[in-house]
């Protein structure tokens, strides 16, 4: 081993002095000659950092790194020789205390301070490898019956303010960085704190008592009655469904509560089993054969029994393994409640039952679109000829032959009769459109002033051209699977009788007379009608039963003996998405037709047969077609927002009529609803006005 010149110059003075040996002032230390082999005593006061780490470098073979910042003095003081391993755990805690760290990094060992070495990277505590007190490791530590966020309080004191501790959550760990004596201490102190608690959940089944209202009971009890000797609390939660007390913390707590709830799971006296349960959405009258259905299956002991035979009254009385289920359902309507008495298992049921289906349905707002457009044109253009007997002196009209045509489809043959009979005074017979005529006056024999006949002709022109666009949006509002019926008519008479009696003759009169006539009629909606039902399936689809009818009552038609109307009906079930647009169906008609009417003979003749033929054609054209928007309202907020909608677009039209420069009816007296906000602040029994501010300035 190489020993340095100062180290020799030490040991020489003092071998000369016969005292111990010690280090000098340069801060180097060598093995004195009286020390056992292997063996060296370290003794360094004020001496610099870098020479130690180079001493000990020496003895213990190992290769250091120097940072930049490892600087300062350092003091040693040994009383007895040490081996190499001794020394170099001697050297890790001199760095400690100089706030430096040894990071081992392959062949080669790295000095830095100790901020940065925890940031640098630590060994770990494996077992595998023994690690010196004063070394910096990193440990994760598992925490198997606590949590690992409730160690960090209670360690983070015991730990210096370089060391590092972390929880994490995930995997319910504690992560360590710090020296291995103080890491290797804060694992036993874990362990001792990581120890399986007496702390249990207990479930305890009532028998007679509701669960709910046991648990509110029981939780108003004072905290110093339901702590155990270690101080930790139990708590109490009830399981509705089960109607089971569950129980958690300390065992002496939960054995005092569980002696309280024996206490109170007891029978009531009589008139205890009756209750009275008040409905909030459901009709109470509409559950009782539901609920009597369901006590007929039920035993009294709360158990599945099987259904009554057929035949057997609802409700009535029936045995099972806990004794006689006597069972009474009754609805009071005016409270909308239901006046239960039954066993305390089976009215469990029964509540429970009854909390599943009291419960708030959707609605649906349903809106049809009902566009009807229609086109109608027709022409007619026709020549009437007639001829008539003269009138005689006496202004009658004279006997002779009388002729002419009279075409179908036209009314002009009666009024160019009247005209060529009795002159001017018949124009009003004369037909629709235009009407071109000649009256030729009487013919008169040579020699003769009695006419002979009278000569007309008249030529008609008629051209017509109609049409119309309807448009009906009538909308619903009704509940999931509940039918709803708007209807927008008029109640028309139709005739569906009549009758008539012969009465005798009786002073005089006529046998035979008819007598005390009367008609039956029936009075049947001409107009629109929505029926529908909806049915909201899981999710945002609607399925409607819908069966719509349009009827409107049709102009006269020859040879009808009544009112004809016009009916269009669409009955069918479709499937659509929450506020969408469906067409249900529709119909497009369109239909044209000429007619030709004429003298036989004549009506063939080229050019002329013009004048002895009626022509008329007529087209129509028309398109109807429903659609259907369905829209779900879920909640009141979704209700109130569809409601303001449609109310204040009845109040904006209501206010442009009152804006209306030529009513002649004043705007203070034409009808006006008051505006929604003003509305919905109205005072009411169950919600006061509220307080109105007072003017500044005013007392």
């Known amino acids: 081993m190489r020993i340095p010149t100062v180290a020799l110059l030490i040991l020489f003075f003092g071998a000369f002095a016969a005292f111990p040996v010690i280090a000098a002032q340069s801060g180097t230390a060598a093995p004195a000659a009286a020390n056992p082999p292997g063996t060296h005593?370290?003794?360094?006061?004020?001496?610099?950092?870098?020479?130690?780490?180079?001493?000990v470098s020496e003895i213990t073979g190992k290769n250091f790194i120097l940072g930049p910042n490892v600087q300062g003095k350092v003091t040693v003081v040994s009383a007895r020789p040490m081996k190499p391993d001794e020394i170099y755990d001697v050297f890790l805690s001199v760095l400690r205390v100089h706030g430096f760290a040894a990071i081992p990094s392959g062949s080669m060992i790295k000095i830095v301070?100790?901020?940065m070495a925890q940031q640098d990277g630590s060994a770990a505590l494996d077992g595998s490898n023994a690690h010196a007190p004063d070394e910096l490791v990193t440990q994760v530590v598992t925490v198997k019956h606590l949590s690992a966020a409730e160690l960090v309080p209670i360690l983070r004191p015991l730990m210096p303010q370089g060391g590092q501790l972390i929880a994490h959550g995930s995997s319910n760990s504690l992560v360590i960085s710090d020296?291995?004596?103080?890491?290797?201490?804060?694992?036993?102190?874990?362990?001792?704190?990581?120890?399986?608690?007496?702390?249990?959940?207990?479930?305890?089944p009532l028998a007679h008592a509701s669960a709910a209202e046991l648990?509110?009971?029981?939780?108003?009890?004072?905290?110093?009655?339901?702590?155990?000797?270690?101080?930790?609390?139990?708590?109490?939660?009830?399981?509705?469904?089960?109607?089971?007390?569950?129980?958690?913390?300390?065992?002496?707590?939960?054995?005092?509560?569980?002696?309280?709830?024996?206490?109170?799971?007891?029978?009531?006296?009589?008139g205890g089993d009756t209750q009275v349960v008040y409905l909030h959405y459901a009709n109470a009258k509409d559950l009782v054969p539901i609920l009597q259905g369901v006590a007929s299956t039920v035993g009294g002991d709360g158990s599945s029994k099987p259904i009554a035979a057929a035949g057997a009254a609802p409700g009535a009385a029936a045995s099972s393994g806990g004794g006689p289920n006597n069972v009474t359902i009754q609805a009071h309507e005016p409270t909308n409640a239901l006046v239960i008495s039954a066993p305390p298992a089976v009215f469990r049921a029964l509540q429970a039952v009854i909390r599943q289906l009291d419960i708030r349905r959707p609605q649906v707002l349903i809106e049809a679109v009902i566009a009807e457009v229609?086109?109608?044109?027709?022409?007619?253009?026709?020549?009437?000829?007639?001829?008539?007997?003269?009138?005689?002196?006496?202004g009658n009209l004279a006997s002779g032959i009388i002729g002419g045509t009279n075409l179908p489809g036209t009314t002009a043959a009666n009024g160019i009769l009247a005209v060529t009979a009795g002159g001017l005074t018949g124009l009003s017979n004369l037909g629709q459109g235009l009407n071109l005529g000649y009256i030729g006056g009487a013919v008169t024999l040579p020699g003769s002033t009695t006419p002979i006949i009278q000569l007309g002709a008249l030529i008609q022109?008629?051209?017509?051209?109609?049409?119309?666009?309807?448009?009906?949006?009538?909308?619903?509002?009704?509940?999931?699977?509940q039918e709803a019926v708007i209807k927008v008519a008029q109640e028309v008479p139709f005739i569906t009788g009549n009758y008539t009696t012969n009465t005798a003759s009786t002073g005089g009169a006529t046998a035979g007379q008819i007598g005390n006539p009367f008609q039956t009629i029936q009075r049947k909606d001409v107009g629109l009608t929505l029926t529908v039902t909806p049915h909201i399936n899981e999710g945002d689809s609607v399925r409607l039963d819908i069966h719509q009818e349009v009827s409107n009552i049709a102009p006269p038609v020859q040879g009808a003996v009544d009112i004809v109307t016009n009916k269009r009906e669409i009955q069918t079930s479709v499937l659509i998405l929450d506020n969408s647009l469906l067409v249900l169906g529709g119909l497009l008609d369109n239909q044209a037709s000429d007619s030709v009417q004429g003298v036989p003979g004549l009506a063939d003749i080229p050019v002329l047969g013009n004048l002895f033929r009626t022509r008329s054609n007529s087209r129509t054209k028309s398109s109807l077609m429903v659609f259907l928007h369905p829209k779900?309202?879920?909640?009141?907020?979704?209700?109130?927002?569809?409601?303001?909608?449609?109310?204040?677009?009845?109040?904006?039209?209501q206010l442009q009529m009152q804006n209306n420069p030529a009513a002649l009816t004043p705007r203070n007296q034409q009808p006006?609803?008051?505006?929604s906000y003003d509305l919905l602040m109205q005072p009411s029994a169950s919600q006061p006005a509220p307080p109105v501010p007072k003017a500044k300035g005013k007392q």
């Open 179 to 204: 020296r291995a004596g103080n890491v290797q201490r804060l694992i036993g102190i874990i362990q001792r704190i990581d120890t399986v608690s007496d702390t249990d959940v207990e479930v305890i």
């Open 215 to 270: 648990a509110r009971t029981m939780t108003q009890l004072a905290d110093n009655k339901t702590n155990d000797a270690s101080g930790e609390q139990a708590k109490i939660f009830a399981d509705e469904r089960t109607n089971s007390i569950m129980l958690t913390g300390g065992k002496n707590a939960r054995l005092r509560l569980r002696a309280l709830i024996a206490h109170l799971d007891t029978p009531l006296n009589n």
């Open 632 to 653: 779900i309202l879920r909640d009141a907020a979704t209700e109130a927002a569809v409601s303001s909608e449609k109310y204040n677009y009845i109040r904006t039209e």
């Open 461 to 481: 022109a008629l051209k017509g051209d109609a049409k119309s666009n309807v448009l009906s949006t009538p909308s619903i509002l009704t509940l999931d699977n």
């Open 672 to 675: 006006l609803i008051p505006d």
């Open 113 to 115: 301070p100790e901020a």
């Open 41 to 55: 005593t370290l003794n360094l006061k004020d001496a610099d950092i870098q020479a130690l780490i180079a001493t």
């Open 374 to 394: 229609s086109d109608q044109a027709s022409s007619q253009i026709g020549v009437q000829w007639q001829f008539s007997p003269g009138t005689n002196k006496n």
